[in-house]
């Protein structure tokens, strides 16, 4: 894996960390620190554990306790919740979410972006973080921008943008990666089912892969 002494991550929802939860335990073993930008709380989930111990009005506070956690877990060391409404970061003002995101960039100054794959996510929520990211980076002197790595999870992407530019094995911190999911008490049957308990299906977890998102 590459070094970076700080890495950005921009995702919409509590648990999408977990689908790099490897990778960036990975990173923060080798010394970089990692601020995570979670734009909602996931409010408007639909599930509510099983069984069922949420409601509509206690799940955005569960879900704000899950994201803690999980972090914790990975060993992030910089969690911002921007508080955007779940499920509409496609409708949001553009020019203002690029702003806020171009000035914490230029807080950070992150080497490495981490993002969902604009148009290969299966979420719009997804897809629109992604776009957001592009769009600003993009705005970025060739010579200053970070690299922005995507996670692609479209049924088929691989045929339209490609095999993977990195694929990490995550074999090592597995522990991290597993406790970081568990922590999303309210999701987690959902995410994962019962691979956590079978060791035939535990083994897709341990290959992180990401696209690097090429600019013009």
Request: glycine share 6%; aromatic share 6%.
């Amino acid at each position: 894996m590459e070094s970076y002494q700080h890495i950005l991550v921009v995702l919409p929802h509590p648990d999408d960390e977990g689908i790099v939860a490897g990778t960036l335990a990975a990173y923060i073993a080798q010394g970089a620190r990692v601020t995570y930008i979670c734009l909602t709380l996931g409010e408007m989930g639909r599930n509510m554990g099983t069984p069922h111990f949420a409601n509509r009005v206690s799940l955005p506070s569960i879900r704000k306790q899950e994201l803690v956690e999980a972090c914790r877990n990975i060993g992030i060391q910089d969690l911002r919740m921007w508080g955007l409404h779940d499920k509409t970061v496609e409708f949001e003002d553009q020019e203002r979410l690029d702003e806020r995101l171009l000035a914490t960039i230029e807080e950070l100054g992150p080497e490495l972006i981490i993002t969902f794959y604009p148009g290969y996510s299966v979420h719009p929520d997804h897809d629109a973080t992604g776009a957001a990211v592009v769009r600003t980076v993009a705005r970025i002197a060739a010579d200053t921008r970070p690299i922005v790595q995507c996670i692609a999870l479209s049924k088929g992407c691989k045929e339209i943008i490609g095999q993977p530019d990195i694929t990490n094995d995550v074999s090592q911190y597995m522990s991290q990666k597993q406790a970081a999911i568990r922590s999303h008490r309210s999701q987690f049957h959902h995410l994962v089912g019962d691979s956590f308990d079978k060791p035939e299906k535990l083994a897709r977890f341990t290959r992180e892969r990401l696209w690097t998102y090429k600019l013009c």
